[in-house]
Nanobody, 122 residues
Framework: QVQLVESGGGLVQAGGSLRLSCAASGSSFSIVSIMSMGWYRQAPGKQRELVATITRQGTTNYTDSVKGRFTISRDNAKNTVYLQMNGLKPEDTAVYYC?????????????WGQGTQVTVSS
């Protein structure tokens, strides 16, 4: 089992910045089984969508709408992933969820945090 705890959400004006953090905890076996971590978001009335992911090796992936504005990074020693969000827009308003993808042998499992609200005012 992996537990994910997010922090860093809040209210910011358009053009501002926020930094989200997500700390993973669990048994040593569970932690080393994490292949990638990332952030998803869900706005009211919309489906949850991928924002950014990063593998244990540091390979990153971003949805087009945040490229050049958001940066995902991770500290493997702290089992923590970060999302630096700059140039925020009202359309970035959503609940942001941390995600971890684990592999146990041939089985895969996804873990989710409780979510943190990001609100961008115009």
């Amino acid at each position: 089992q992996v537990q994910l705890v997010e922090s860093g959400g809040g209210l910011v004006q358009a053009g501002g910045s926020l930094r989200l953090s997500c700390a993973a905890s669990g048994s040593s076996f569970s932690i080393v089984s994490i292949m990638s971590m990332g952030w998803y978001r869900q706005a009211p009335g919309k489906q949850r969508e991928l924002v950014a992911t990063i593998t244990r090796q540091g390979t990153t992936n971003y949805t087009d709408s945040v490229k050049g504005r958001f940066t995902i990074s991770r500290d493997n020693a702290k089992n923590t992933v970060y999302l630096q969000m700059n140039g925020l827009k009202p359309e970035d308003t959503a609940v942001y969820y941390c995600n971890a993808q684990s592999k146990y042998g041939s089985a895969y499992r996804a873990y989710w945090g409780q979510g943190t609200q990001v609100t961008v005012s115009s």
